[in-house]
RNA sequence: GCGGACGUGGUGAAAUUGGUAGACACGCAGGAUUUAGGUUCCUGUGGCGCAAGUCAUGAGAGUUCAAGUCUCUCCGUCCGCACCA
């Protein structure tokens, strides 16, 4: 069957705007109206005020992308527009800013595409963005906003990587990175999507090159010991410990021709089981002693085979292969035994110091080597069966000289004493954790801001010279050397040394779009400062963030580099404190009606702009609100979203029966409920909840012949946080003429809320046979007395004897039976 | 393999932290109103049963007067990391 779109000659949705505005509110109208009058009013802006305490709510700044805001946005942003909003209420000083984390990717590959500047889409797209988050009717203070991409700012992120480059952190060093051969052009890990680039789909191949690098592992150990102090949830916790990978154990010196084979173990209880030793093809000594192997031409072409495999490809096959150097002896110092050294990609470059020992019996992926090469197996803990799989669990230690009886745990102990004794190991802690590759071969981010001198090196450039802006250039595509587009701009490249003065060529490279948003919260605070990145004043008042949340998939990045980042300027005395986020939430993502992910090539993708349109912003922010448990993912459904409508309907509509009457006892009961259960939800970011909490008091009122003024404001004052229009627009027809977003949140009193009259549940051996209304703080000899009233209950102890009566105050009675 | 989260009606989900399981919504059914059609309003709605009842929180055991909640075992789902020595 298919509808109509005509009645009478009309479109359907004449009709149903007609209808709108005569039978039900018109949200386009009250929406507009308050917008206006909140922007003219700048009602949230805000400034420095001592008296007041301040707090400061962040959400990650967008990309402002071409397709503009997706409904996953305005989860984050309706969630702490709610908390900032219930914040100003209860009068806080509230910092609630919005930014725009500008360059990027999309919008250089849309210029390569179609000849556009980034800078002119860029523009065009914060435009957009920023008309969508006002329709949405959000408290930021849109004179505190910026981008990462204008020069006022980008030029303190210079700033800043110079603090680095001055303090050492900021290095350069030759390294492989993701090379598309077909777009020309050097890709981050992250644009890599199953070893193939992201915008072709061609082979990523590797490629050496000479990159800035930022030493974030000299912050590892503070990364993860200082998340003790933070408010942070448990899997953001968790998984920037588990990225950055502590694991401590000890470095061991094996002889190896002249010199010393050092390996890192976390087991180093187990060397007398060590049969043989494992270099990482990649490792020094390989090509050092080549012309002592027996088998060069074997060695050197797993090698060069092992060089052309991605990462992916080495990692996706746990299959054991290698070669062994033949003709060259390890020695295990522990006892002085001879054992083979071989190459196998199983052993990584980048990790501990390439090369390990190899203890079949106690680790599986040296078990699977060891039978693949047919090499002996010596156990060395007690436990397990080692014929069938390695053991890798505690045990008395066997085979092993004076570590024989020792567990685990008393035999690292022993074996890293002794080792630093005889002067062949000691101690050692490493991380997973990699510095950051700081250099990008693009054009859209921010120039680096050093220069190379044949003579002095590499140099900054002047902090007066500061920022140092991108050059225009009409062709973004890198070379096929793969050096940025800006290397075509030669009179930018070429450049004087400010050291001594003589020829020298600017870096071609530039930061990663991880640069500008490691510092943006504080920007925020001092927004428009051009003496500094932001005022001591200005940091010392609103640092640090007290609430800040964001989505998952940055806690190993963005979180990540912006709290290392911010412990290097608190270590240059540029910040007040060492953290800078006092509490990191995140919210789930919301997926499309089927639990499929909203992308456009699957067309599922719903714009925040037609859902305002067609039920306001009012309803889509209540009904983000009420989607779901807040961190947890959640699937859009229109027709939940109409339950959201109907519900913000009956509250317009209610106004027709408020008067100036007094509450009765259930009314102020009904209305302190709320109070508490509202305010308490909001804390615990359990919106639906409180959504539900609003829901059910309105379903109170609308039981009412006439509904109590005091009861309609205080709806009112509750739900402004959320829907902040409509309780504007009712405010207003209350004959109020102040705004209620700068009004006070209603204080919930617990004793008014309790009821005197309470339910008992009856049960009878943990069973329910039946409820008994009693008077508050009744006996319990009264409960039971009348418990034993209930027909139910009489049928049900007949010929039964009562053993026992538990009896929870004004909750339940259970008598034993 | 390691780390984290989780498993409750037809659906999204609640549950005062051990105390009446399914709040609040969606959907569905019946009815009302209306301009045929709703993005309107009312009533009902976990399963089985005419009923008294009885069975129900992934499965199984345990602790307890009482378990969705605590303990153990197993099964399953999602997310992150992954040959990290």
Known sequence: MTKSTHFNGKEWSEWQKDWAIEERYNFHTIEEKWQKIWDEEKAYKVEIDKDKEKFYALVEFPYPSGAGLHVGHPRSYTALDVISRKKRMQGFNVLYPMGFDAFGLPAENYAIKTGVHPAVSTAANIKNFTRQLKALGFSFDWDRSFATCDPEYYKWTQWMFIQLFKKGLAYKSKMAINWCPSCKVGLANEEVVNGCCERCGAQVVRKDKEQWMVAITKYADRLIDDLNDLDFIDRVKSQQINWIGRSEGAELDFAFGEDKLTVFTTRPDTAFGVTYMVLAPEHPFVQKYMSRFENPAEVQSYVKETAKKSDLQRTQSTDKTGVELKGIKAVNPFNGKEIPVFISDYVLTGYGTGAIM?????????????????????????????????????????????????????????????????????????????????????????????????????????????????????????????????????????????????????????????????????????????????????????????????????????????????????????????????????????????????????????????????????????????????????????????????????????FAKVKQVDMTEADTRAMHKAILEVTERIDQMKFNTAVSSMMTYVNYMSDLDVVPAEMYETLLRLMCPFTPHLCEEMWARLGHDDLLIKGSWPKGDAKLAEDNIVTYAVQICGKMRGTIEMPKNATKEEVQAKALELENVKRQLEGKEIRKVIVVPNRLINLVA
């Open 358 to 654: 190899a203890v079949p019996a106690h680790d599986q992926r040296d078990y699977d080597f060891a039978k693949v090469f047919n090499l002996p197996i010596i156990q060395v803990l007690a436990g397990g069966d080692i014929s069938e799989k390695a053991w890798e669990e505690d045990g008395e230690h066997i085979n092993s000289d004076f570590l024989n009886g020792l567990n685990k745990e008393d035999g690292m102990k022993k074996a890293i004493d002794y080792a630093s004794e005889h002067g062949f190991g000691r101690a050692k802690v490493n991380f997973k954790l990699r510095d950051w590759v700081f250099s990008r071969q693009r054009y859209w981010g921010e120039p680096i801001p050093m220069v190379y001198c044949e003579k002095c090196g590499w140099q900054p450039i002047p902090e007066s010279e500061l920022p140092l802006k991108l050059p225009e250039v009409t062709d973004f595509l890198p070379n096929d050397e793969g050096d940025s587009p800006l290397a075509k701009a030669t009179e930018w490249v070429n450049t004087t040394c400010p050291c001594c003065g003589g020829k020298a060529r600017r870096e071609t490279d530039v930061m990663p779009n991880w640069a500008g948003s490691s510092w943006y919260f504080l920007r925020y605070c001092d927004p428009h400062n051009d003496k500094e990145f932001a005022s001591k004043e200005a940091l010392d008042y609103w640092m640090n963030v007290d609430w800040y949340n964001g989505g998952m998939e940055h806690t190993t990045l963005h979180l990540l580099y912006s709290r290392f980042w911010h412990k290097f300027l608190y270590d240059c005395g540029f910040v007040p404190t060492k953290e800078p986020y006092n509490r990191r939430t995140s919210h789930g993502m919301i997926l499309a009606a089927n639990g499929e992910k909203m992308s456009k090539s699957r067309g599922n993708v719903v714009n925040p702009d037609d859902i305002v349109e067609a039920y306001g912003a009012d309803t889509f922010r209540l009904y983000e609100m009420f989607i779901g448990p807040f961190d947890q993912v959640a699937m859009w459904s229109e027709e939940s979203l109409m339950g959201v409508y109907r519900f913000v309907g009956k509250v317009y509509s209610l």
